[in-house]
Structure formats: C-alpha cells, structure tokens
C-alpha cells in the first residue's frame, strides 16, 4: 500500500484555475462576482485514471474530488464539492463592497481510488492538496453623475 500511497501522491494532478464572471478579471463594487473553478486538460482530474505499473501489475489510480476552497480575497468560501458556475446559474457568488485589487484562488483536495487488473476500486489512505495559481481581480468603483445641459 505505500508503493500505491507513493504513486498517488506523484500523479500529475490538474491543478485548478478560476473563471471569474464578468470577464477580464474585473468587476464593480456592489455587482455580484461569479467564480468557477476550471480544471485544465493538463494533468488528471477527478475521476480520470492514470495507469501505472507496479512490480509487475498493472494499476490503475483515480483521484476523487474530496473538496474546493475558494480564497476570494475578503471571504473564503468551503470547503464544498461546489465547482459553481457561470453567470446567471452559478452558485459561487460574492460582491465586494470595497475598490481594490484582490488575490482570487481556488485550492482542491484530492482523495484517490486504485485498483489491480481490473478489479473493484479501492481508497487511497490520504490526500493531496493542490493550491491553485492566483489571479488578480480589479474591483473598481462605479459612480454616477448628474450634468445639466
């Protein structure tokens, strides 16, 4: 079980990044802010098998999604299994009452599965955490104006 421990720990992990929805990593004060986390083709996701062999037997490993923690800057969010969404359905939401610039990330934790030629899934003692890359979200301010002609 250590050999399968060590394996599941060296997968190659997709390691998650942030959709922010409106787009281009800016929003307003005061507007709801739309987060999902996107898991790249880079890499095994939950519940991808990556195939190793180990003395001799062929293994499969399948990393689970255990839970997401979303690091929004003034508010964590999670853990949860919620990968929330885009705009209008999403259910990641926060408004920021505040202008600035703030360091958004998500963070998943794997567990894992293996099995031997085929045979029933078995869980991996353990899990691995993965920090996701950070993105920089712009909070800006919008006012308004009253102009007589």
């Known amino acids: 079980m250590a050999r399968i421990r060590e ?3 060296e997968t190659d992990f997709s390691v998650p990044t942030v959709n922010i929805q409106p787009e281009g990593d800016v929003t307003l004060v005061n ?10 083709e880079e ?14 037997y062929d293994i499969e490993v399948r990393p689970r999604l255990k839970s997401v923690t979303y690091r929004l800057g003034d508010e964590t969010v999670g853990p949860t299994k919620d ?16 202008a600035g610039e703030v360091p958004v990330q998500v963070d998943i934790v794997y567990t894992g599965e293996f099995r031997v030629n085929g045979s ?9 955490d993965l920090a996701g890359d950070p993105v920089v979200l712009t909070v800006r301010e919008a006012k308004s104006r009253l102009y007589s002609n």
Request: charged share 15%; aromatic share 14%.
């Open 7 to 9: 394996a599941f720990h």
């Open 31 to 40: 507007l709801p802010t739309f987060f999902e986390v996107v898991l790249p």
């Open 43 to 56: 890499g095994y996701g939950p519940d991808e098998v990556d195939q190793i062999q180990l003395l001799g």
């Open 83 to 98: 990968l929330g969404g885009p705009y209008p359905s999403g259910s990641i939401v926060h408004t920021y009452t505040r």
């Open 120 to 128: 029933g899934w078995i869980d991996i003692p353990g899990e691995v």
